[in-house]
């Protein structure tokens, strides 16, 4: 019996796993992936939003502006990769002030610091390679840039040192009301039974919703698309680079990433299915139409890769967090599009007060609050370096050479809490594959890797997800 049991392993699911395990609960987390961090946590724009977009009154904007500002603490204790390198929404004519002007005055209302709405003067020397038909921007310090994947992987791995439960592979089916206890049943014939629910499913979360006998919203998916760009233009733009925001959403960006690349995009296009992830040329020349109005010289060809990220909305254009109408206990975190990564730790603090709601929380005496990040080899100083090779060889062999990543770092990423079990999961933790040749020299050695630390034959390592097998057979009974 578990006081409470987390569906998905979402930045969200693992945010709300981190917060609650501050309490003497007994907690577990469902993940039907093979991996934490392989819905849309994994691909977005990485945005910690000021909180000046979403509408006064909304949850999104209450959340999203406590989000952010816990956020600089979590990333410190946390050790997630986090700049604060402030936004500015650029306005090329009167119609887009008057939107920065409105702007403004919902953020000031949402409480957003650090906003102002500043000249084309200024905006030039903060940004010399913006377009030089822009008119005025709303500059906002308080927004940066985060790594999501890194984010979800800190909070998950930091609760299970404080002893949450996770369970991959683990897809719920169904959801019943027990005489004590609500019972969950997962697609390996596995029930668990708990006395409070929280459905953190992201694009799933109305089907969740329904095996509870909830029907109070449908996710309508839609797709954003994106390019990542090479690292040597990262000096095309220093703050997030917004167009002014439409009814689809907050509009084409420019940003650098903690990584040190620039992402352009993302569209945002009604899909039928939650799970298309495709990337079309239509979607990719409307990103590209925007970013170079906004920054002209803009090096498209230097694109490395393109993603996309499919968002779990809902008609509703809200969070739309409430208890189920069928069964006392259950939760369903609903509509947690964007800014749902920026308001990831708000979100958690909800589901905290719900959850006291039902238990009585008793803080851990024992809470270990901080966690260390695997330490990125090639950035440590000399006498860093020579005390982690006493140890470790393993530090001493690069295996990617775009983004230098040593075999220390895979071998040490497969093996923490949480750990990484495929090639993508490694390329999220610790970024082997995410440089120019993403994956083409360092793949292979990565797989190799894999198979060996974890024990199982290196045709069974996976991409990603189940079915994603990379190498299917033998060829002369070489490898
Ligand atoms: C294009 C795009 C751009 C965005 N940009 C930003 C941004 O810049 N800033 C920002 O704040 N937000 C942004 N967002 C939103 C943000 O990415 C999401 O709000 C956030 O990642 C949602 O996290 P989650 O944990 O709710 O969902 P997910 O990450 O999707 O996690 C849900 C998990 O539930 C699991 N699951 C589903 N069904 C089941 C089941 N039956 N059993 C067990 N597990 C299950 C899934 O496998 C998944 O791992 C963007 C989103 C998109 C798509």
Do not use: W
Request: aromatic letters at 6%.
């Amino acid at each position: 019996m578990y006081d409470c049991l987390i569906i998905g392993a979402g930045v969200v699911g693992a945010a709300t796993a981190r917060e609650l395990s501050k309490y003497n609960l007994k907690i577990a987390v469902l993940e039907k992936g093979t991996e934490v961090c392989q819905g849309t946590s994994k691909s977005n724009s990485a945005i910690v939003h000021g909180g000046y977009d979403a509408s006064y009154g909304t949850l999104k904007g209450k959340l999203n502006v406590r989000g952010t500002r816990l956020f600089e603490d979590l990333s410190k204790e946390l050790n997630i990769p986090f700049d604060k390198c402030g936004s500015l929404v650029l306005a090329f004519n009167d119609e887009d002030e008057k939107k920065l002007e409105e702007l403004y005055e919902n953020g000031q209302k949402n409480g957003v610091k650090g906003l102002k709405i500043i000249e084309k003067d200024e905006i030039l020397m903060m940004e010399p390679n913006v377009s030089r038909e822009v008119t005025k921007a709303l500059y906002c310090s308080e927004a940066g840039i985060i790594c999501p994947f890194n984010a979800t992987f800190a909070f998950i791995e930091n609760a299970m040192d404080n002893g949450v439960e996770l369970f991959l592979d683990e897809k719920v089916i169904g959801i019943d009301k027990g005489d004590d206890a609500i019972i969950v049943r997962t697609e390996k014939g596995i029930e668990f039974q708990t006395k409070i629910l929280i459905n953190s499913a992201g694009l799933y979360s109305d089907e969740i919703a329904n095996l509870a006998g909830d029907y109070e919203f449908s996710v309508n998916p839609r797709r954003g698309e994106y390019r990542i760009l090479d690292k040597k233009v990262s000096d095309i733009v220093k703050h997030v680079i917004f167009t002014t925001p439409t009814k689809a959403g907050k509009g084409v960006l420019v940003s650098p990433t903690v990584h040190g690349n620039i992402i352009v995009g993302p569209t945002s296009d009604p899909i039928e299915d939650k799970e298309d992830t495709r990337t079309t040329d239509l979607g990719i020349n409307k990103v590209d139409e925007v970013a170079l109005r906004l920054v002209p010289n803009l090096a498209l060809n230097e694109t490395i890769r393109v993603f996309a990220g499919v968002r779990a909305s809902i008609s509703q254009g809200d969070f739309l967090i409430y208890e189920s109408k069928n069964i006392k206990g259950i939760l369903h975190l609903g509509g947690i599009d964007s800014p749902g990564l920026a308001s990831s730790p708000a979100i958690a603090e909800e589901v905290r007060d719900f959850v006291a709601k039902y238990i009585n929380l008793v803080k851990k005496t024992d809470f270990v609050k901080e966690r260390r990040a695997i330490p990125h080899f090639y950035d440590l100083s000399d006498a860093e370096k020579e005390e982690i090779l006493k140890t470790n060889p393993n530090y001493k062999k690069i295996i990617c050479r775009c983004e230098m990543i040593t075999e220390g770092e895979i071998v040490e990423a497969i093996h923490r809490n949480a750990g990484a079990r495929t090639v993508d999961g490694i390329k999220r933790r610790v970024r082997p594959g995410s440089g120019r040749c993403q994956g083409g020299f360092c793949g292979p050695r990565v797989l190799e890797i894999l198979s060996r630390e974890l024990g199982i034959p290196v045709e069974e390592i996976l991409k990603e997800s189940q079915g994603s097998n990379i190498v299917v057979g033998r060829t002369k009974g070489v490898l």
